[in-house]
């Protein structure tokens, strides 16, 4: 049956336009589906494994019937290769976050998201185990010796080796085995472990008029396993960008809903959590060696350098239970193909004059707009007529406001703050700011003194400056200087 055919039975509507969606790992095609008036539209699925369809369908059969945010199934072929579901829109998590990822600083409304994510993650492994036959699931039923062996086995044999790094294979396996045993002493949790919980298996949908909800796709390769694995592959994905403060922030809130369905001792959790934490990064790297190195996939090579980054980071407070293991990833770590690539983007500042009379400078980042400095408390030289088709970058008005001297405190004022923010933003590995100076006309204090700061911190940092003086429709760029 074709998926124009299931879109009619499921809608009464004959189908219209086709759209091939992009997929990113999977096998499996998507399809955009319109009816021929534009009213409605579903996503068709074509699969590539019965087996694998099966468990997807009957999980989502399931899932819908425990309440639980995923994208209804409204029919399906015979032969369970092909499928139409509801459509959730466009907007993945991964891109709803897309500026906190770039920049490290998530502003509150993804924050909010962030939150409801994860707590919506402890209800789902909770509720989503109860009563689900757990042998449907594909390839394996479970969390087991043997999925944790070919886990530790794909990052040895698709990453580790192709690294060109030298170790000794009977030392390396025994401590895979001393973390296998680690892992399975959670193996008795009735839990749905997701397995790919990350950001781009999240999307983001509108519940209500009000209100957006995060709903859980691609969860075909669940079984039943330890809570700690997905909340290690969301908080720890390569691109997620999140720093530790966040992540400990998300795990709270992760542990206050958890709560509400079994005890929680919380020492405990973080303490195993670090084990799964190791696992997965682990598990991640093999699956971009082998996507990215073997099968010549782009975005999985792009996402190398940023894991690799996570496991130095977690390196630096790696405990002492494999260090053997240890000792290997370090040294893998600082291997010159790694060492060299830089993924973080250097701080770029921007810095606005503008007139308060047409508002604000409008933020592109997301952030919030950084730093607002009103100027209309220093001496005017707009009121003087002879002034008037000069700016604050023209001579006159330079002597004029040097002259009278309020400028200065002013400005003094204004670099300490900034200045503070800067240094911390290149520690943190920020990368953007915003510094708007406002004035009445936006033309003469306020483009002085954008001038001003953004020379300032170009000289004192060594970070690309870009000035921006709204009202006379001009930009220049101070170019990043090494320090």
């Not at 993804?110 to 036959?133: G, H, N, S, W």
């Not at 909800?213 to 909340?231: A, E, N, S």
């Not at 002597?399 to 400028?407: A, H, N, P, S, V």
Request: net charge negative; charged share 25%.
């Amino acid at each position: 049956m074709q998926l124009s055919q299931l879109f009619t039975q499921a809608t009464g509507l004959a189908a219209g336009e086709q759209i091939a969606l992009t997929a990113s790992g999977s096998n499996r095609r998507y399809h955009r589906i319109w009816s021929e008036d534009k009213s409605v539209s579903l996503i068709g699925v074509e699969g590539t494994s019965r087996d694998e369809n099966h468990a997807f369908l009957t999980m989502s059969a399931h899932f819908a019937s425990q309440g639980l945010n995923v994208p209804r199934v409204l029919a399906v072929s015979d032969d369970e290769m092909q499928y139409v579901q509801q459509d959730l829109g466009n907007t993945l998590l991964f891109d709803y976050i897309a500026e906190g990822r770039k920049t490290g600083v998530f502003c509150e409304s993804e924050k909010v998201m962030l939150r409801k994510t994860i707590r919506a993650l402890a209800q789902f492994q909770v509720k989503a185990a109860e009563d689900f036959d757990f042998n449907v699931c594909y390839p394996q039923p479970e969390f087991n010796l043997r999925s944790i062996r070919w886990d530790l086995n794909y990052f040895k044999y698709c990453f580790l080796k192709a690294t060109g790094v030298e170790f000794q294979e009977d030392k390396l396996e025994n401590e895979f085995e001393r973390l296998a045993y680690i892992l399975l002493e959670q193996k008795q949790m009735n839990a749905f472990m997701y397995r790919d919980f990350q950001s781009r298996n999240v999307m983001v949908a509108r519940n209500t008029p009000n209100e957006l909800v995060p709903y859980f796709i691609d969860y075909q390769g669940g079984r039943r396993g330890p809570i700690y694995y997905d909340v290690a592959s969301f908080l720890w994905q390569a691109k997620a960008n999140f720093h530790d403060e966040l992540r400990h922030e998300l795990i709270e809130e992760y542990l206050d809903e958890l709560a509400k369905y079994m005890p929680v001792d919380k020492p405990a959790f973080y303490a195993t959590l670090r084990h799964f934490v190791l696992f997965r990064t682990m598990q991640v790297l093999g699956a971009y060696g082998f996507r990215g190195y073997f099968e010549k996939k782009p975005h999985f090579l792009q996402s190398i350098p940023f894991a690799i980054e996570n496991l130095r980071r977690l390196l630096k407070d790696a405990a002492d239970d494999y260090p053997y293991l240890i000792e290997v990833l370090h040294e893998m770590t600082e291997m010159k193909q790694f060492k060299e690539v830089n993924v973080r983007r250097p701080l770029v500042v921007k810095v606005y004059s503008f007139s308060f009379k047409k508002g604000i400078p409008a933020d592109d980042s997301g952030n919030g707009g950084g730093f607002v400095f009103d100027c209309r408390a220093v001496n005017n030289p707009g009121k003087y007529e002879r002034y008037n088709h000069y700016t604050g970058r023209d001579e006159p008005v330079i002597k004029f406001l040097e002259d009278d001297g309020e400028i200065f405190p002013f400005l003094d004022a204004a670099y300490r703050l900034v200045d503070a923010s800067v240094k911390r933003y290149k520690d943190r590995g920020f990368t953007s700011l915003m510094v708007s100076f406002g004035c009445t006309g936006g033309q003469h204090r306020s483009v002085y003194a954008a001038e001003k700061m953004a020379e300032h911190i170009n000289e004192k940092f060594g970070v690309e400056v870009r000035l921006i003086h709204r009202e006379q429709n001009v930009e220049r760029v101070l170019a990043e200087v090494e320090k």
